[in-house]
């Protein structure tokens, strides 16, 4: 493209009217259409503007306590970011692609409405410190949605849990029928998974409290300003330390990423487990109607497409991840453009976590247990074979040898299609001696859960003491 600058370097007075309000003073002509679409972010970032405006009118009260902007021009100033915010929320406002992003655009909406003195607004600040602000707000808000969010499915989890402690199902290793457990011990399983990344949030939360305003483009300003007040004002712990880390940190962005990753992947756990679960194959639970759909073929079908979208969704909020860790990881410090790209995938992650989290607080609590499918496939898999070793060894024989004969009679019951329960003393005594009538209370499926008496153990018992504890963490957040 032919510059259109005049002789000797002058600006091109025509031109220099269309370049940015903003920036276009050391510009000789406009930018190029396209360009200013793949530069822009407002498309996106307009949904900062609430935070955005905040975190403004924070800065311009700061200024005015400094004695750099006066009381009267703070108030004029605050009053009409106030006004703009009610204009943006009852849409009438018009977004401009030209104007960049959402700062330009409100910043040249303030100095339309209220004059002159909403040029002041940017002083002592730069668009750097303004959008790492901005995100750390509105992120900060999104995690106590989510935050919110999550408690709410944990309880429904942990009291579906109680009512089912001592409903009797197969647990399993590498899928095959290992020992039974309870329900109710396996939903708290899945609860202490949700525990810890609750407890992930709330460090990232702790990480991302700091107010980077201040730090302006990089270096930090040269008027007095009050950063202290100004994080204040916004309930940030305190102000950022380092003003090039300021505006280039994207870490909160990633730990946020990193927390949604790793929830994703338990809830595509937890998925799998309500699909297989829910299959002719397995029918232990029932999902209610509402929760799945039919086939536009099959007319049988009924499908767990909730868990199903779920467990997909995990694979998009992974990418999010992925791709933060790589915008970041060649950028030298400290604002780069390259940031801008923060935005989307964040936005995405965090409207997943929202929806998936949504869909499971409904969803959970109304699982149905089809108690006597998992009753009869935890008794089909020789479930309680360790219960008999374990017997054995009460009565001196050790675990080794024990282990060898209640594998032979495993093998006679395969044999004989019986379960070792469903084995007289007569066939029983037959791989050992010491095997007698009292050998039943240990063989039933509910003498062997009731037996794993302890903290973390599935005994009934111990299911509903510890779901009265997950219970109390939860009312105490
Ligand atoms: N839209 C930009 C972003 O999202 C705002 C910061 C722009 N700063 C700059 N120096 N161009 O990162």
New binding site residues.
């Given amino acids: 493209m032919v510059m259109s600058k005049s002789k000797k370097g002058l600006p091109n007075k025509s031109d220099s009217t269309k370049t940015n309000q903003a920036w276009g003073g050391r510009f000789n002509e406009p930018v190029d259409d396209f360009v200013a679409r793949f530069t822009?972010?407002?498309n996106f970032?307009q949904r900062l503007y609430q935070h955005d405006i905040q975190g403004s009118i924070a800065h311009a009260s700061m200024l005015s306590k400094i004695g750099v902007l006066s009381a009267t021009e703070a108030n004029e100033i605050v009053v009409g970011l106030q006004a703009i915010a009610s204009d943006i929320e009852s849409g009438h406002f018009d977004w401009s692609i030209a104007l960049?992003?959402?700062?330009m655009n409100i910043e040249s909406a303030l100095t339309a409405r209220i004059g002159s003195v909403g040029k002041k607004l940017h002083t002592g600040r730069?668009?750097?410190d303004?959008?790492a602000t901005d995100?750390r707000l509105w992120l900060r808000d999104e995690i106590d949605v989510i935050s919110v969010l999550l408690s709410a499915l944990q309880k429904g989890m942990i009291e579906l849990a109680s009512a089912e402690s001592g409903t009797i199902m197969p647990g399993f290793t590498h899928l095959q029928t290992a020992q039974p457990v309870t329900f109710g011990h396996h939903l708290l399983a899945w609860n202490e998974m949700l525990e810890r990344d609750f407890g992930r949030l709330q460090d990232c939360r702790k990480r991302l409290n700091q107010c980077p305003l201040g730090a302006a483009?990089l270096a930090g300003t040269s008027y007095p300003i009050d950063r202290e007040y100004t994080a204040a004002q916004l309930a940030f712990d305190k102000a950022s330390e380092n003003s090039l880390d300021s505006v280039s940190d994207r870490d909160f962005a990633i730990e946020f990423c990193a927390f949604a990753s790793i929830l994703l992947t338990h809830m595509s756990r937890m998925s799998e487990e309500l699909i297989l679960w829910t299959s002719a194959q397995f029918q232990f639970i029932e999902l209610p109607d509402r929760f799945c759909t039919g086939s536009s073929i099959m007319p049988q079908k009924k499908n767990p497409d909730v868990p199903e979208l779920v467990r997909g969704k995990t694979g998009r909020v992974n990418g999010h991840l992925i791709a933060l860790l790589t915008l970041m990881k060649s950028q030298p410090l400290a604002?780069n453009?390259d940031?801008?790209e923060?935005?989307e995938p964040l936005f995405d992650t965090v409207d997943t976590v929202r929806d998936c989290l949504r869909a499971f607080s409904d969803m959970v609590p109304a699982i149905q247990a089809n108690k006597i499918a998992m009753y009869e496939a935890a008794k089909r898999g020789f479930s309680t074979a360790t219960d008999l070793a374990d017997y054995l060894v009460g009565k001196g024989v050790a675990f080794r040898d024990a282990h060898e004969i209640v594998g032979k009679s495993v093998a006679y019951g395969i044999a004989e299609n019986k379960d070792l329960s469903d084995m007289t003393v007569g066939e029983l005594s037959v791989f050992s001696k010491l095997i007698k009538d009292d050998v039943f209370s240990v063989l039933t499926l509910e003498g062997s859960v009731a037996a794993r008496n302890h903290i973390g153990g599935t005994a009934p018992q111990q299911v509903k003491a510890a779901a009265q504890r997950a219970l109390k963490k939860i009312a105490n957040r």
């Fill in positions: 822009a972010s407002v970032d960049e992003d959402v700062h730069s668009r750097n303004q959008v995100i483009a604002y453009k940031n801008q923060d935005k």
